[in-house]
């Protein structure tokens, strides 16, 4: 689970990320204007509160370094596996408790939104964390446009399922469809993003192309990857993780160093590129944002 690293740093994972941030110093700069990628239209995003400054993890370990059983259960597989999927066209179904359902094409969908940037942490369950520089719309301002009813209270997320096209899906690792779900209120949250790509880029397919969640103050899981289903529900929908072991993995699985996983601490966390670890925070640092969601609640219960 955890990698280790040489000191040195290879040239080859340095410049893609000295070039993205070259371009943002210069998006910065009051030039973004004339530029037409989706970067510039992140003049105000690149300054807006939610980003974090932390030094960006590189683009090299944030594309072979991941989780997403759909294509094997090893940090590399995706990596070497994802790039058959295909994600174009790609569409989105739909359905519950909303005024507008039906099958939405995601070009359309994202046509009409304004792409932000965010740079998110990611804390993995397994204590490890990223941060990467994503591109994607809030989530709620998608929700918005299907006009929830008031008997939606949650919404229920699902990956596609493509046995051909993701290896992982021809064994029983997890019940496929992968599904994730989050209370309204969480799904409405600013923060919550639904992200089309990282650093600059369409999204690689080893972290969710064409379309993944990001929910920067939960453990990794609950940002689930290549969403073909949007679900509103009166009720809690079953998760995938919570579904496999209700006592390791909870519907909410906020960030929380003071909750231990039954098989290992959330105390701290190793940051991928480092060799130390840092402390856990409490949401994930998200706290300021996020911790009045769940006021009243005990968090040791609702993990
Ligand atoms: N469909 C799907 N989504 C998924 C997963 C998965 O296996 N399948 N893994 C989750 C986990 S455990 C984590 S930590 C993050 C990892 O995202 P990344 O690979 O982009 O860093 O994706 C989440 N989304
Ligand atoms: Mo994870």
């Given at each position: 689970?955890?990698?280790?690293?040489?000191?040195?740093?290879?040239?080859?994972?340095?410049?893609?990320?000295?070039?993205?941030?070259?371009?943002?110093?210069?998006?910065?700069?009051?030039?973004?204007?004339?530029?037409?990628?989706?970067?510039?239209?992140?003049?105000?995003?690149?300054?807006?509160?939610?980003?974090?400054?932390?030094?960006?993890?590189?683009?090299?370990?944030?594309?072979?370094?991941?989780?997403?059983?759909?294509?094997?259960?090893?940090?590399?597989?995706?990596?070497?596996?994802?790039?058959?999927?295909?994600?174009?066209?790609?569409?989105?179904?739909?359905?519950?408790?909303?005024?507008?359902?039906?099958?939405?094409?995601?070009?359309?969908?994202?046509?009409?939104a304004?792409?932000?940037?965010?740079?998110?942490?990611?804390?993995?369950?397994?204590?490890?964390?990223?941060?990467?520089?994503?591109?994607g719309v809030p989530?709620?301002k998608?929700?918005?446009?299907?006009?929830?009813?008031?008997?939606?209270?949650?919404?229920?997320?699902?990956?596609?399922?493509?046995?051909?096209?993701?290896?992982?899906?021809?064994?029983?690792?997890?019940?496929?469809?992968?599904?994730?779900?989050?209370?309204?209120?969480?799904?409405?949250?600013?923060?919550?993003?639904l992200?089309?790509?990282?650093?600059?880029?369409?999204?690689?397919?080893?972290?969710?192309?064409?379309?993944?969640?990001?929910?920067?103050?939960?453990?990794?899981?609950?940002?689930?990857?290549?969403?073909?289903?949007?679900?509103?529900?009166?009720?809690?929908?079953?998760?995938?993780?919570?579904?496999?072991?209700?006592?390791?993995?909870?519907?909410?699985?906020?960030?929380?160093?003071?909750?231990?996983?039954?098989?290992?601490?959330?105390?701290?966390?190793?940051?991928?590129?480092?060799?130390?670890?840092?402390?856990?925070?409490?949401?994930?640092?998200?706290?300021?944002?996020?911790?009045?969601?769940?006021?009243?609640?005990?968090?040791?219960?609702?993990?």
């Amino acid at each position: 689970m955890l990698i280790k690293k040489p000191v040195a740093i290879k040239a080859s994972e340095i410049t893609p990320k000295a070039i993205y941030l070259k371009r943002r110093r210069f998006i910065q700069g009051g030039m973004g204007a004339a530029l037409a990628t989706v970067l510039q239209n992140n003049l105000m995003a690149a300054a807006n509160s939610y980003s974090t400054t932390e030094e960006l993890t590189s683009i090299k370990d944030i594309t072979r370094y991941n989780n997403f059983y759909e294509f094997g259960t090893s940090k590399g597989a995706p990596g070497i596996h994802a790039g058959a999927l295909t994600t174009h066209p790609w569409s989105i179904t739909v359905s519950g408790a909303c005024e507008h359902p039906g099958n939405y094409d995601l070009d359309d969908l994202i046509k009409a939104a304004e792409v932000e940037e965010r740079i998110y942490r990611l804390r993995c369950v397994e204590a490890w964390s990223m941060v990467i520089p994503w591109q994607g719309v809030p989530l709620g301002k998608i929700l918005k446009r299907f006009g929830p009813t008031s008997k939606a209270r949650y919404v229920a997320f699902r990956t596609l399922v493509r046995p051909a096209e993701m290896p992982g899906q021809r064994r029983n690792i997890l019940d496929w469809p992968y599904r994730e779900g989050l209370r309204m209120d969480e799904a409405m949250h600013p923060l919550t993003l639904l992200a089309t790509g990282l650093y600059g880029k369409d999204l690689p397919n080893q972290n969710g192309a064409p379309i993944r969640l990001v929910v920067p103050w939960k453990y990794g899981f609950k940002s689930i990857k290549s969403i073909v289903s949007i679900e509103f529900t009166e009720n809690e929908p079953p998760t995938t993780w919570n579904q496999k072991g209700a006592d390791e993995y909870g519907f909410y699985a906020n960030v929380n160093p003071a909750v231990d996983h039954p098989r290992w601490s959330q105390k701290k966390e190793r940051r991928i590129g480092d060799i130390f670890k840092r402390p856990t925070l409490p949401f994930n640092g998200y706290a300021e944002e996020v911790a009045s969601l769940y006021a009243g609640m005990d968090l040791r219960k609702h993990y």
